[in-house]
């Protein structure tokens, strides 16, 4: 049996709330849950094949383990006890492979409305030009909306993370609201004020001076 233990209210209604969105795509998708010195990472995987990601302060007994979705909502939500169900362990449903911890490079800051604008288009154009299943299509989703330099870098956005970021409410679209984007050599990340995305990507590419 795991054991979870947000630090505070805060920290717990920050956990539901993460739970909870996951949940309105599929209560049995899978979050991961990984204990950080004190704090607690959660991961979740997305109908738009990008990670989402979210950290709360708190412990985690044992200090890694997977559970679905709507278990960890219930949990949270429902439980009045400083110490968390999250549900029967699933560790064997995580399939996708997890960001590196460290070696990030932020390449620039971005204004959280264009990106909402971004992903308010995208959703114009699945729309009116839906897929075989009367979604997004692949071709859609994949095509990069946005091309971000800095640090030296060159790195392309896809629509999928955009789409990923808007419905899980990452990023408010406050005046002067600003979400930054980092890289590694083979993922990308968008950060925001409420959690983060995140997708593998191609080999970075200098910036051509």
């Given at each position: 049996?795991a054991?979870?233990i947000?630090h505070d209210?805060?920290?717990?209604?920050?956990?539901?709330?993460?739970?909870?969105?996951?949940?309105?795509?599929?209560p049995?998708?899978?979050?991961?849950?990984?204990?950080d010195?004190e704090s607690?990472?959660m991961?979740?995987?997305?109908?738009?094949?990008?990670?989402?990601?979210r950290?709360v302060?708190?412990?985690?007994?044992?200090?890694?383990?997977?559970?679905h979705?709507g278990?960890?909502?219930s949990g949270?939500a429902v439980s009045?006890?400083a110490?968390?169900?999250?549900?029967?362990?699933v560790d064997?449903s995580?399939?996708?492979q997890?960001?590196?911890?460290?070696?990030w490079?932020?390449v620039?800051?971005?204004?959280?409305?264009?990106?909402a604008d971004?992903?308010?288009?995208?959703?114009?154009?699945a729309?009116?030009?839906?897929?075989?299943?009367g979604g997004?299509?692949t071709?859609?989703?994949?095509s990069?909306?946005?091309?971000?330099?800095?640090?030296?870098?060159?790195?392309?956005?896809p629509?999928?993370?955009?789409?990923?970021?808007?419905?899980?409410?990452?990023?408010?679209t406050?005046?002067?609201?600003?979400?930054?984007?980092?890289?590694?050599?083979?993922?990308?990340r968008i950060d925001?004020?409420?959690?983060?995305v995140l997708r593998?990507?191609?080999?970075?590419?200098?910036?051509?001076?």
């Amino acid at each position: 049996m795991a054991v979870f233990i947000p630090h505070d209210t805060v920290d717990r209604d920050d956990a539901a709330a993460f739970a909870g969105r996951v949940a309105r795509w599929d209560p049995s998708g899978p979050v991961r849950l990984r204990a950080d010195g004190e704090s607690v990472r959660m991961f979740a995987t997305t109908p738009f094949d990008a990670l989402v990601s979210r950290t709360v302060a708190g412990r985690l007994e044992p200090r890694d383990v997977t559970v679905h979705a709507g278990n960890l909502l219930s949990g949270l939500a429902v439980s009045v006890r400083a110490e968390v169900d999250p549900g029967t362990v699933v560790d064997a449903s995580w399939r996708s492979q997890l960001p590196p911890p460290g070696g990030w490079i932020r390449v620039d800051d971005i204004p959280a409305q264009l990106l909402a604008d971004l992903a308010d288009q995208g959703v114009t154009q699945a729309r009116d030009n839906p897929g075989p299943a009367g979604g997004a299509s692949t071709s859609l989703l994949d095509s990069e909306v946005l091309n971000v330099t800095g640090a030296g870098m060159n790195v392309s956005v896809p629509l999928r993370m955009l789409f990923a970021l808007s419905g899980m409410g990452f990023a408010p679209t406050d005046p002067g609201e600003q979400v930054r984007v980092s890289a590694t050599d083979s993922w990308v990340r968008i950060d925001a004020r409420f959690g983060a995305v995140l997708r593998r990507r191609h080999s970075l590419l200098p910036l051509l001076m």
